[in-house]
């Protein structure tokens, strides 16, 4: 075998040991780089900071962190990730579904093992950046003082009612 469990063997391309090992180390590091709302706030006002959303377009659309970047989570490959982050240096800043509550249309709640923070966290390091934040507490979308973006947003950044 090659490093591959023996449920991969056959596909080089699928690689779930290399993926726990992988989720176990970036796990130590992602502790310590789950932000407040105020250090996101702060983050993502820095014009070399990108802020990516990995959730679905039509999500994106709907409600979105505004200022963000989406590239859906499914579409991550070495080849679009550079397209929106060039510099595997640069500071990344994620946040998701599970960040936000009492937005339901745009926020869907997902499994808390299943959250597409921990996935995006992890295959942003897997593919060498070296630099990525996370949004950490659950936010009231209805009350906030991060400003949104998408057609559920006012003009001033608020969730519509």
């Given amino acids: 075998m090659s490093g591959l469990s023996a449920a991969d063997e056959g596909n080089p391309n699928i690689d779930y040991a290399g993926f726990l090992r992988q989720a176990a180390k970036v796990g130590k590091e992602r502790e310590k780089r789950r932000v407040t709302v105020d250090q996101f706030l702060e983050m993502i006002q820095d014009e070399d900071t990108i802020l990516l959303d990995a959730r679905s377009v039509a999500m994106f659309k709907t409600l979105h962190v505004r200022g963000a970047v989406n590239l859906p989570f499914p579409d991550f490959t070495e080849a679009t990730l550079a397209k929106v982050i060039p510099n595997k240096k640069t500071r990344v800043v994620i946040y998701c579904n599970n ?5 339901s249309q745009a926020f869907a709640t997902k499994a808390s093992i299943a959250s597409l923070n921990i996935n995006t966290f992890n295959a942003l390091r897997s593919y ?3 630099n990525v934040y996370e ?3 659950l936010v009231d979308a209805k009350n906030t003082k991060i400003p949104f973006g998408g057609t559920a947003a006012d003009k001033d950044g608020r969730l519509k009612d």
């Fill in 99 to 103: 960040n936000f509550k009492n937005a």
């Fill in 128 to 130: 060498g950046y070296e």
């Fill in 135 to 137: 949004l950490k507490p």
